[in-house]
């Protein structure tokens, strides 16, 4: 439990920064997006929410392109990831609802 609420408030804390993020960062804020998915998902969507509300879509390309850079790495392996696929589906409409407003 208290990892989770580490997890968002770490989260919410990068969300209210300014400027863009560094492609270190994206993996790890898409990393953290998809324990949310696995754990909680009311605030992930709550997450998905405020990138598509947000002024810029800057966070919202850098995190969909993070997670198709996971993506990508992980069609290398056997394994499958569902959820990092379905984290990669939401963060794309995310960015298009915030570029759509």
């Given at each position: 439990m208290?990892?989770?609420i580490?997890?968002?408030?770490?989260?919410?804390?990068?969300?209210?920064?300014?400027g863009?993020?560094?492609?270190?960062e994206?993996?790890?804020?898409v990393d953290?997006?998809i324990?949310?998915?696995?754990?909680?998902?009311?605030?992930?969507?709550l997450?998905?929410?405020?990138l598509?509300?947000?002024s810029?879509?800057d966070?919202a390309?850098a995190l969909r392109?993070a997670?198709?850079?996971k993506i990508r790495?992980a069609?290398m392996?056997?394994?499958s990831?569902?959820?990092?696929t379905?984290?990669?589906?939401?963060?794309?409409q995310?960015?298009?609802?915030c570029?759509?407003k």
């Open positions: 208290w990892r989770g580490s997890i968002v408030l770490l989260f919410s804390g990068v969300l209210c920064s300014c863009g993020i560094s492609k270190e994206a993996m790890r804020q953290q997006l324990v949310l998915y696995e754990e909680n998902r009311p605030k992930f969507v997450q998905k929410s405020e598509e509300k947000a810029s879509c966070r390309t392109q997670a198709d850079d790495a069609s392996s056997k394994e990831d569902d959820n990092l379905k984290v990669q589906m939401e963060l794309l995310a960015e298009k609802n570029q759509a």
